[in-house]
């Protein structure tokens, strides 16, 4: 095939950061290939940048303005790597307008805002599509919406923020504390000035919200999604799971139970011997859960210039490979008629197993005490760990039996009130995956 | 979306086995979802079985004849689940012919007999799809075709037969021998009554011919892989190598390396902190190394009905997505245009490190015998290990340094000349991933 024969498609670029300036440099670097593989020349003909101090060789135009690119007959493709709402969600709605298709790496674009894109996008047959938005360079996207698409998916469940495994895998691994971490992994960029995204789960809420979406074929809810942040986990805590055989993860968890929907990201506990519970530092993972297949990992880097410009390019490719004025093949969410009937549950009404770590003053009976409340509520123990006193404290440790998270909050309460506990009791929620 | 708006696809079953009735059931069972996701009803209208003693309710027709499917003009996918050569191929060049799609979970057909097929197909603007022909339930093929499309891959590894990694694994954590792990796997049914295929590395060496043609875009050349069977490892071998932070898996490896090819299956040692590593039991893994995305892992059930009945209707989804009269975006291949360049490389002029276990009479000067003859071929120690010798035999576990492996023989067949070296030198190749 030489040049002439290849089809060629228009890419615009707006937002020339990380993954603009990797994407480019992907498509040019590796163009060859890429036609090879599909018939299609990439030209990216336009690039705005908030900055004009980007030297792009080989690109038409450049400028500043976003909106010009949506606007530029030229464009077939226009890539969206600004983040943010604003402009992001105006821009990507008037290039959808213009009838160009969108390739965006924004996750809260598309878990907050993504609905009416979405309707817009397929009543004029484009495709808008996000598969970077999602563990950065893993093909998630595309393996829920076709892979498996021959599943009912019953759940999933994934290590979805880099930054927050990271903290995680070195609190493990070199008995380090939460707040010293966070501080390394700010100076190795691996972390914002501001981590609040990172460690308190609402980056990995973006993307859970987004693939429990797909996986079951309801809307994008972010808002029923629960979030809790790694910030209260401790060394302890790491040390003591370790010794019951599990590993605490920040795990993005979606389940489908009677046509009900789970979308949680907390701390977790997971068995040791599951895989996903051995994907270690700035790695994400997912593990999904189809009807038919059972379990099936995908695990890769969820960050990176260039990881997340390999699902950039990926989504352009797939555009790139559509006939000439054919519809997309796969609706957007991966549904072409999405369940209404979907309600989410709330974090009360789950059942899971708990990880309980309880503080109290080195007092016989507190044992008893504390058993005698999680019975009164109809809690099982499972495992226990009573620690040596270090003279006035003395750390209880137990993993309970399957419970209702409202029963195990009703006694927490109570044994909160017991006058031998002396602290607020740490709580985390335990997943068995299953093999 | 009611039944009446729905698209419809018939499919027609040939080979009513695990897979084909698997396959069926998932259709059927799954339907609704399917026809949610899709818009596509898809009906089975014609199944072939060896034998009329299945009762198929549902289904218009049922025969013996496969070729009567693949001439039936109701058919619009033909489905090739009967495995092996004859009638497969006649089968599928037929069906191709007449017009169908065909979905075919055959590896040794795609492998050995594939490319006919594929041209045949692609001039026909025809889908030939095989996605659950490699690591069943997992959509690798997908993920090298689509998801890392814009990547140059430069290695792929897997861990693709399940029966050898459940040997592997039960000879890991029992420290039992081969020959009996082998019976109990028959027993169990992972291994079949002739257990040639799966554990001499045939079965694998089908899997990445097919990867490593879509990998690297060359041709499918199964003549070129290069075979080694798991027989030969010894409980001791599993020990010393996880003495050395290492486990035994037996994988097939492609690589690409200035323009030329290295496909090839064999016993390897692996670090215990690669993900790739803890695969155990019967799952497959697959871990793929992308220059712009670096290493993504695909994990999940190589085989069993429904975990391959998974793929092969993810097939089937992609091809009822498929406008009407469009022509295949993807190559059957990966590649619109395959490199005509690619050569093999032989195993001898492979490069890597290596595992040797030495069994030596226990006398003064026998290392230093066995450093001399390395040292002679250029091939330098980065490990060692010895141990206790039973009176009259000690074992010397060698790690080299990278080495060419036609040196590495060289120095293998003089040291398996020295006086003091009793049996033929134990060798297994060990390769590093990288993160």
Redesign the interface.
Known sequence: ?TVADSKVVKVGICGYGTVGSGTLS?LHG?AR???????VRFEVCHVASRSLQVDISGVARCGTDPFAVAADPEVDVLVETMGGFDPAYELVRQALENGKHVVTANKALIAERGMPLIELAESKGLILAY?SAVAG???II??LR???????IDWLAGIINGTGNFILTEMMEKQREFADVLIEAQALGYAEADPTFDVEGIDAAHKLTIMAAIAF?GSLDFDATYTEGIGAVTPEDIAYAKELGYHIKHLGIARLDSGKVQTRVHPTLISEKQ?LA??H?VGNAVLVH????????????GA?A??T??????D???IG???DH??P???TL??????SDLRPVSIEDIETEYYLRITAQDIVGVMADVSTELERHGIGIDALIQKESDGKHVPIVILTDRARESELNDALRAIEALDSVTEPVMRIRVENFG?
């Open positions: 095939m992907l590796n290939e890429i036609t090879r593989k599909t018939g598969e360079g893993i093909p595309k393996a076709e892979g498996l698409a021959a599943n009912r074929g895989l051995n994907v530092g189809g009807h038919a297949v059972g379990n099936t990992l995908y695990n890769g880097p990176g260039e990881a410009a390999s699902s950039v390019v990926a352009l490719i797939d490979r559509l006939r054919s519809t093949a796969v609706p991966g549904f072409a008629k999405q369940k093999e």
